[in-house]
């Protein structure tokens, strides 16, 4: 009996997680500590970095198992189910969390400055300049093709677009560039604000646009339509996102789908941003994040985010000047697709210089240019490498 009682204790407590816990999982666990900090505390995208920062913690507790691969096929004897987290993560995995995380932005998201002035679209188009740029770069420093795609795609500022590409080309790199891609996200007050006053002069950042017009309801059924046979035409790979995107949007104009409109944007998006958040958190552990390449993968996103940001501005200094100073560069800004942070820092800056200029509804128009474009970016990068 005392026999059975002593060897059931030591096997107790060799299962502790104490007894077997690596530098490395410490790490890895104070990493989470932080970015749980960082969320709560700071209030820096916690409704992502809370769950990711957690999936971060329980999957580098040594035998939780969170994220262990099933033994066996199920119904056959010697069967061993896998980890909670590790069937939460196929929707990763599979390309699923992201598109509905897309629709959910799309019902949320009115299009109607980007209808009313097509050619904020550019500006849209230019942000995503810091993609390829760093996509080039990563290259260069010895990152293979999906490798470099999938580091790339942080400059675009759009978590669920990262998460998907990474996902489909580089799942190893799926930790550290979902982390990257969301600090970035959160910093979008702290980084861009000084890149814009650099690139622009006084005079410029003065510029009062003129009202937008009105957008008819027609118009905003018709729009995601288009768009999202336009696209699919010509880029299917870029459909599953822009097509949940503009499905999210159709939902909310359309004014028949009340009821599916608010649940795409509030429970079924909250209940797929804690799946993603906790699976790509469970992703990462000591074993693949704590590398050399991590920092790299941190320093190239901050580059890639930093360098859109700056193209964004700078063509919208081209159209300033093209338009005989009727465009304000600040709005180039929010090209970046974090939405609708990005078109509010556009709108603070400018304020800075001039209390009484109201730019925000201008900077949503290149602001949602961005979403889309940094999914037909992604859309290209997968056709190209996946």
């Known amino acids: 009996m005392l026999d059975t ?42 409704l992502l970095l809370l769950p990711i920062g957690f999936g971060m913690f329980l999957a580098n507790i040594p035998f ?19 980890g909670l987290l590790y069937y939460l993560y196929m929707g990763v995995k599979l390309g699923i969390y992201p ?3 897309f629709m959910g932005v799309g019902a949320m998201t009115d299009f109607g400055p980007l209808i009313a002035n097509p050619k904020s679209i550019l500006l849209g188009a230019a942000a995503q300049f810091g993609i390829f740029a760093v996509f080039i770069g990563a290259a260069l420093l010895g990152f293979s093709g999906p490798e470099a795609a999938s580091i790339g795609i942080i400059g675009g500022a759009d978590g669920p677009t990262a998460i998907y590409l990474t996902s489909m080309l580089a799942p190893d790199l799926l930790g550290p560039i979902a982390v990257a891609a969301y600090s970035y996200m959160a910093l979008v ?20 646009m003129e009202q937008l017009r009105p957008v008819s309801k027609k118009e905003k059924i018709i729009f995601p339509i288009f768009v999202t046979a336009l696209v699919s035409f010509i880029l299917p790979s870029a459909a599953p996102l822009v097509g949940m995107l503009m499905l999210g949007n159709l939902l909310r104009e359309s004014g028949v789908t009340e009821r599916l409109s608010k649940t795409a944007q509030n429970e079924l998006m909250n209940i797929v941003t804690i799946f993603l958040g906790i699976s790509v958190g469970a992703t990462a552990n000591a074993e693949t994040f704590l590398r050399p390449e991590t920092l790299m993968i941190i320093g190239l996103g901050l580059v ?8 964004g501005v ?24 974090a939405v609708p942070m990005a078109a509010r820092v556009s709108q603070v800056v400018g304020q800075q210089e001039n209390p009484g200029n109201f730019l925000l509804m201008h900077a949503m128009g290149p602001n949602v240019a961005g979403v889309i474009g940094s999914a037909i970016a992604a859309g290209l990068l997968l056709s190209i490498f996946g």
């Open 314 to 337: 700078i063509f919208g200094k081209i159209m300033y000047k093209v338009s005989g100073g009727k465009v304000n560069p600040l709005i180039g800004s929010a090209g970046v697709s």
């Open 64 to 82: 939780a198992g969170l994220m262990a691969h099933p033994i066996g096929s199920f119904g056959e004897e010697g069967f061993q189910a896998g």
């Open 304 to 311: 890639a985010f930093s360098f859109g940001t700056a193209t």
């Open 99 to 101: 598109p509905l995380i």
């Open 189 to 208: 007050p702290i980084i861009q604000p000084p890149i814009m006053r650099a690139l622009t002069t006084k005079e410029e950042r003065n510029v009062v």
């Open 5 to 46: 009682l002593f060897i059931g204790l030591q096997k107790f407590i060799e299962g502790m997680g104490f007894t077997t816990v690596t530098g490395g999982q410490v790490i890895m666990i104070l990493i989470s500590f932080v970015l749980l900090y960082l969320a709560i505390s700071k209030k820096f995208e916690p």
